[in-house]
């Protein structure tokens, strides 16, 4: 299945949400041994969302800089992409080649 960035980042957030939210009452109903568990689901997500880079230039796209009145005051992991690639401009909403 190809996906563009943008949707492909659409899913791992709805992922992340519903699975963390699931593994989370677990944690507190079921057993407390869910909470490592929740941990190592969110090292999961954070793979795979790392995993999701520009199909031109392999920027990953979830890594931005955050401005805040123009100012970059950082790089991070943002869990959202831009419509285009910071690097290289590519239209990051479309499919992958
Ligand atoms: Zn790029």
């Not at 041994?33 to 199909?55: D, E, Q, T």
Request: hydrophobic residues 45%; contains cysteine.
């Amino acid at each position: 299945m190809k996906l563009s960035p943008i949707s492909e980042t659409r899913i791992v957030n709805i992922c992340w949400f519903l699975g963390g939210f699931v593994i989370g009452l677990s944690a507190m109903y079921v057993s407390i041994w869910f909470g490592p568990g929740l941990f190592a689901y969110a090292l999961l997500i954070h793979r795979w969302f790392v995993s999701i880079k520009c199909p031109q230039c392999e920027k990953p796209v979830g890594w931005n800089p955050i401005r805040i009145c123009g100012v970059t005051l950082l790089e991070w992991w943002t869990p959202w992409v831009p419509k285009k690639c910071r690097k290289c401009g590519t239209d990051l909403s479309l499919k992958k080649a």
